[in-house]
């Protein structure tokens, strides 16, 4: 049983990325003409010569149909194999690799600091619900919630690195930079994504407990006559984590959203920031790649909360 | 919505303020022209000048007025919110309906797509269409609502589930009304509540997500009056007029969480607890 469950779970993860990844090769090579028509400007297209177009073509291996280019694409993707930039040639993991350990570095920071944070306030408003510190804490994630990251950055910068300048505005550390040196180097920008995170994982976790701590089984421990900070700690709060996880897991991809911005206002050097570069410059290797590996870390943060939630609710396996 | 709920609501204090607030922002968009007679798009003096008795706002890094195209993004944001977001709910609001409704292959189809899409951040997706088409306007409404419509079709799916187990639609099936009836004339009148706390959950995701794409030059395009874009163009000069950064984050940051609050407090008034949370 157990081990059709797992099995079950990696297929849906592995179709999944499969679609995704026709869904990439159909938005950035088939709908908008084809690869040629993407990395050039119209007026360069119309300059060009037709032989030196169909030669182009050719090099590219666009004048295949385009179920075959897919299966080549399909297959790159799964070995990894991310090709080579149009204009300058470099291979394109070179390029990816280090902003995407760095993307990834600002995103576990950010969970690190987030999650017990929201956790505590989670729960002590969903104890207190309805009363002030309850009002207090669901208040400020609703705000936290509702306003955009670069406005929330960019009011840490006007009050930390301007009006009392303790912290730097950007970040100087170099794409490289051990990834120690790189966070210390970018306070601001932990800063900033982590206040989103909090608000938006402080509204999940408070309603699950709201939920967990209105549940029959809870109010027969409530007659009982169990202390209340026991039923918190040692019943409810297990039974909340599980769906939890699961929401921790969905805001992944949000998480991503999130981080690009926030690279972007502090000069961070991650995936957001070459994910723009590659966009105004009309490289498509580039931009599929971060796709997939974006992607590819969204379904493995999914995948692994299903798994954990399998191994820590047997009622999952049937 | 009866009498009740609208007492219901009117005892939320914070509610009824950020309707308030919902409201101003509606009329300053509305009104612009009249507010701030100045074009949004005309040099009307010297780049960065200070505020003054006719520039009550000083003017922009072109010399536009600034308190005019402060006025006008909100123009543009309200629309482009609402358009993405009336198309997001009545796209996957049918969507979700009639996965519940037939099931099957086609609710197996619809989850998938809806999967695949949470999988991929949001403004990643963009990305990939402004890559491939360029900037335009009603391309990134269309994406934008395309985003927004795979939350929609999740709590329209499950409210369907809900539906489809209720008296009167299986009367209806008996009665052999048509699938395509079942959902537009049984199913969605009782989603109708649902899919407005939607709208309003939506639109105000479509404005952040469209204010982060435009302050990363992936959005609106100049000179297109936009909130996102002017805290982009104000933050060079962030230090000597920190206004031009300030006024356009307090204006969109203000809206948000006014439609927010409003429409938490309008979900709780009519009884819906469904509708919080949610990406």
């Known amino acids: 049983m157990l081990f059709g469950a797992i099995l079950r779970r990696l297929l849906l993860s592995g179709l999944t990325m499969l679609l995704l990844s026709c869904f990439v090769f159909l938005a950035t090579e088939v709908l908008p003409g084809d690869a040629l028509d993407m990395t050039l400007t119209a007026d360069e297209l119309s300059a060009m010569p037709p032989e030196a177009l169909e030669q182009k073509r050719r090099e590219l291996g666009l004048d295949r149909p385009a179920v075959e280019r897919l299966g080549i694409f399909l297959g790159d993707m799964a070995r990894l194999d991310f090709g080579t930039t149009v204009i300058t040639g470099a291979p394109v993991a070179d390029i990816v690799w280090y902003p995407f350990r760095n993307s990834l570095a600002l995103a576990g920071a950010t969970l690190a600091i987030a999650l017990p944070l929201a956790l505590v306030l989670g729960i002590a408003a969903a104890v207190w619900r309805g009363r002030a510190a309850d009002g207090a804490v669901s208040t400020a994630a609703i705000v936290g919630y509702s306003i955009p990251e670069f406005v929330i950055g960019t009011v840490l910068v006007m009050l930390f690195s301007v009006a009392w300048p303790i912290f730097p505005a950007t970040v100087t550390a170099n794409t490289r930079a051990p990834l120690s040196e790189l966070l210390a180097a970018a306070p601001l920008a932990v800063a900033t994504v982590v206040i989103g995170s909090v608000a938006y994982l402080t509204r999940i976790l408070r309603a699950g407990m709201i939920e967990t701590l209105a549940s029959d089984a809870m109010e027969r421990l409530r007659l009982a006559g169990i202390p209340k900070a026991r039923i918190v700690l040692v019943h409810a709060l297990p039974a909340a984590i599980l769906p939890a996880l699961t929401a921790a897991a969905l805001y992944a991809a949000a998480l991503v959203s999130g981080i690009v911005v926030v690279e972007l206002l502090f000069a961070y050097p991650g995936i957001g920031q070459e994910m723009v570069r590659a966009v105004t410059m009309r490289e498509t290797p580039v931009i599929q790649a971060i796709a997939i590996l974006a992607a590819a870390v969204v379904v493995a943060a999914n995948l692994a909360a299903d798994l954990s939630m399998l191994a820590l609710d047997p009622r999952r396996r049937g | ?279």
């Open chain 2, 1 to 279: 919505m009866t009498n009740e709920t609208l007492l219901r609501l009117g005892r939320r204090p914070a509610a009824v303020t950020a309707l308030t607030v919902v409201a101003l922002h509606l009329g300053a968009a509305v009104f612009a022209p009249l507010l701030s007679p100045a074009d949004p798009y005309a040099m009307i003096g010297f780049p960065l000048m200070p505020p003054d008795g006719t520039n009550l706002l000083g003017t922009d890094e072109l010399g536009r007025d600034f308190l005019t195209r402060l006025l006008h993004g909100g123009r543009t944001a309200l629309l482009v919110a609402f358009a993405s977001g009336a198309l997001a709910v009545g796209g996957g609001g049918l969507a979700g309906l009639a996965a519940a409704r037939y099931g099957g292959w086609v609710d197996d189809a619809i989850c998938r797509l809806v999967d695949m899409q949470l999988a991929l951040p949001s403004i990643l997706f963009v990305s990939l269409f402004v890559a491939g088409f360029g900037q335009s306007l009603p391309m990134l409404v269309l994406v934008v609502a395309l985003l927004m419509s795979m939350g929609v079709v999740r709590t329209a799916r499950a409210q369907g589930l809900g539906l489809m187990e209720q008296g009167f639609v299986k009367a209806a099936i008996l009665r052999g009304e048509t699938g395509f009836s079942i959902i537009l004339r049984e199913m969605l009148p009782n989603a109708a509540e649902l899919l407005a706390v939607e709208l309003a959950l939506r639109s105000s995701s479509a404005l952040l997500l469209v204010s982060a794409l435009s302050f990363l030059s992936l959005g609106i395009s100049a000179p297109t009056p936009d909130w996102g874009l002017m805290i982009r163009d104000g933050l060079t000069s962030m230090r000597t007029e920190p206004w031009l950064v300030a006024a356009p984050a307090a204006m969109i940051s203000s809206l948000v969480i006014a439609i927010n609050v409003a429409t938490e407090g309008v979900a709780e008034a009519l009884g819906l607890e469904a509708a919080r949370g949610g990406a």
